[in-house]
């Protein structure tokens, strides 16, 4: 036994510090994460993680480093900051291949799609009717990723926006009126993923998300999601399914509609127009991420509003791939030259769960579990919006719900805030009822 261990014990302390070696070697202000972003999605790249991520290059094929800007190791002073002489031949590098992985592996499969095509039509009832779906096409550049992450780790960065190309769909617009409004062009797609849904939760997001297909925003008019909803019960094709009632999760008919509130929420955010009215969720619920990005709704008491201030009317499409899990909200119409690029989640204010509570109760049947909350953390997060507005826009463009402010290169920044509460986990098992004395019999 003691033959077979020794061996390993020396293969082990050879191994773990020649990894620790390695990872001196490579200048220190490369070892951290640099987060690549695109729309509200980020893709972080851990280098402090993984060395494997870099390699020694021959200083022949690259320029001569300063003695103040690169590293060499000296087994003698091992953790201690270490000065590479310049007549060293080799120099630390980005390990391309490595970094291809983690895009082909992370990055490509949830960004690159095929461009998808889209005929607006009225069908004999008179109706607008959609065949196909208008969708972006988009190519992650990985090349240029490659060049920027090399700059960025140069220049200290820690944030860069994905290099993607986009290729426009063709969207054929038939109906001649609508062409008059200005719907000729794709101008923005929100998405939601939905997975983990019940069938109830899905049937509701698919109900409430076709009230809102054949959607008209006329320019200058604000779309209310609530007013566009109607009537949320049984008789319209809703089920009951879990929402957030105060502290408690409860049934109700249309559970899962913010679902589609947050997907329009995100069409509209990404269409750079202005957003009238919106509310967070109580606590953060995992259909919503990127948290900070979804807008819940309660018909009478909360809305999802937004305006169009866009030069042509906003035709609205829904698709729901039940496969893939996935609501999207197509906005078509004339696109100006307007730019928007989104920033966050900036989290702060973290507090654990609150203690949980195991409650019983005769009204369930014995050993019957009723759940009434999970436990989630309670955090803030802000998202920020950078809208360059178009050239020809007025100057009374509509603020948002939260803040404005205009910097000097006419840039207009809203923060989009949203405060997420701490739950405990709430359970209740139901208990049989304690017998009732039988009182004695009275006697003369």
């Known amino acids: ?173 038939e109906d001649e009126k609508l062409r008059e409004l200005g719907i000729k062009e794709i101008v923005s797609v929100g998405e939601s993923d939905f997975t983990g849904s019940s069938w109830a939760r899905m049937q509701n997001i698919e109900v409430g998300s076709s009230q809102f297909n054949g959607f008209l925003i006329e320019p200058g008019a604000i779309g209310s999601f609530n007013d566009r909803l109607g009537p949320v019960d049984g008789a319209h094709g809703y089920l009951p399914e879990l929402v957030i009632v105060g502290p408690k999760l409860e049934k109700e008919y249309g559970g899962g509609l913010c679902q589609v509130s947050s997907t329009a929420f995100r069409a509209a955010l990404l269409a750079g127009l202005p957003i009238v009215e919106r509310y967070p969720h109580s606590f953060a619920v995992s259909y919503y991420a990127p948290f900070g990005t979804d807008a819940t709704i309660y018909p009478g008491h909360k809305d999802l509003r937004f305006s169009n201030d866009t030069q042509g009317t906003i035709l609205v499409q829904t698709t729901m791939d039940r496969e893939n899990k996935k609501l999207r909200f197509h906005f078509y119409g004339s696109k100006d030259d307007r730019k928007v690029k989104m920033f966050g989640p900036e989290v702060g204010r973290q507090v654990g769960p609150p203690p949980a509570r195991n409650e019983t109760s005769t009204k369930l049947a014995p050993g019957e579990v009723q759940w009434l909350s999970h436990a989630v953390a309670g955090f803030d997060t802000i998202w920020r919006r950078v809208l360059i507005p178009p050239t020809n826009a007025t100057a009374n463009i509509s603020p948002a719900l939260n803040e404005e402010q205009k910097t000097p290169s006419e840039k207009i920044v809203y923060e989009f805030f949203s405060r997420y509460q701490a739950r405990p986990s709430w359970k209740v098992t139901g208990v049989a009822a304690a017998p009732v004395a039988e009182e004695p019999a009275s006697t003369l």
């Not at 969708?135 to 994905?162: M, W």
């Open 1 to 173: 036994m003691k033959k077979a261990f020794f061996p390993f014990l020396l293969a082990a302390l050879f191994f773990v510090p020649q990894s620790t070696w390695a990872q001196n070697q490579i200048p220190k202000e490369w070892l951290r994460t640099i987060t690549f972003y695109h729309e509200i999605y980020e893709y972080k790249l851990p280098l402090a993680k993984f060395p494997e991520y870099f390699h020694k290059e021959s200083a022949e094929n690259t320029p001569l480093p300063s003695e103040s800007n690169v590293c060499y190791w000296d087994a003698s002073k091992k953790n201690e900051e270490q000065i590479q002489p310049a007549g060293d031949e080799t120099v630390w590098e980005v390990n391309e291949p490595e970094i291809e992985k983690f895009f082909a592996e992370l990055v490509i499969p949830k960004v690159n799609q095929p461009p998808t095509d889209v005929r607006i039509y009225r069908d004999e009832n008179g109706q607008i009717a959609f065949e196909g779906a208008g969708n972006l096409g988009k190519t992650v550049d990985v090349a240029q990723a490659i060049s920027l992450l090399k700059t960025a780790l140069g220049a200290g960065v820690d944030r860069i926006e994905l290099p993607v190309k986009i290729v426009e769909p063709k969207v054929t617009v």
